[in-house]
Nanobody, 120 residues
Framework: VQLQASGGGLVQAGGSLRLSCAAS????????MGWFRQAPGKEREFVAT????????AYADSVKGRFIISRDNAKNTVYLHMNSLKPEDTAVYYC??????????????WGQGTQVTVSS
């Protein structure tokens, strides 16, 4: 499946952004979806995951209570609603398709990434 992430940008600390990831193909609802992020000089890290039907979600401790992952299978799109943003949330955000999980290895297809920059 091909993935196209969008919605990144520059925002002040405390602000909000919504990332979107549009998937091609008719099998979107067959995949668990995830969001990961990578800051300069750091490894790519897990942010959030959602199951195929959207009934299960999981978050990294660093974003729990601030970020919400959701999906619309009719639109082949997964979202990441980011609230109360902090400078340490600055990173390139990637969406991924695969199976519900926290590991990079749970996913087999990746989007191109969208930059999120949070100013203090």
């Amino acid at each position: 499946v091909q993935l196209q992430a969008s919605g990144g940008g520059l925002v002040q600390a405390g602000g909000s952004l919504r990332l979107s990831c549009a998937a091609s193909g008719r099998t979107f609802s067959s995949y668990g979806m995830g969001w990961f992020r990578q800051a300069p000089g750091k490894e790519r890290e897990f942010v959030a995951t959602i199951s195929r039907g959207g009934g299960s979600t999981a978050y990294a401790d660093s974003v729990k209570g601030r970020f919400i992952i959701s999906r619309d299978n009719a639109k082949n799109t997964v979202y990441l609603h980011m609230n109360s943003l902090k400078p340490e949330d600055t990173a390139v955000y990637y969406c991924a398709a695969g199976q519900y999980g926290r590991s990079l290895y749970d996913y087999h297809d990746w989007g191109q990434g969208t930059q999120v920059t949070v100013s203090s």
